[in-house]
């Protein structure tokens, strides 16, 4: 069993700062990328940024310059540093994982269940 547990969300004003974390446990042998994606009412989850199990990162244009995606492999958590957020990244956000449960190079995805986060105008 593998749970992916998300922290960190809340409500900022215009112009501030939060940072996620989400910290995958349980019966994990390694994970590969992982990725942050948001998700507002009656739309599509977007993918927001992702990191390689080497490092790499990759940004949605809409929070290039803004987000910073990183990771701990020691501990198997990834974090979202988000700074100048707008009203527009309202939304509920979810991290994602390629874990790997018996060596057998098999990954499957896992999602956490979702924090919140409102930017006030």
């Known amino acids: 069993q593998v749970q992916l547990v998300e922290s960190g969300g809340g409500l900022v004003r215009a112009g501030g700062s939060l940072r996620l974390s989400c910290a995958a446990s349980?019966?994990?042998?390694?994970?590969?990328?992982m990725a942050w994606y948001r998700q507002t009412p009656g739309k599509q989850r977007e993918l927001v940024a992702h990191i390689s199990s080497g490092g790499n990162t990759n940004y949605a244009d809409s929070v290039k310059g803004r987000f910073t995606i990183s990771r701990d492999n020691a501990k198997n958590t990834v974090y979202l540093q988000m700074n100048s957020l707008k009203p527009e990244d309202t939304a509920v956000f979810y991290c994602n994982a390629e874990i790997d449960t018996s060596g057998s190079e098999y990954w499957k995805n896992y999602w956490g269940q979702g924090t919140q986060v409102t930017v006030s105008s």
């Open positions: 349980g019966s994990i042998f390694s994970i590969n990328a």
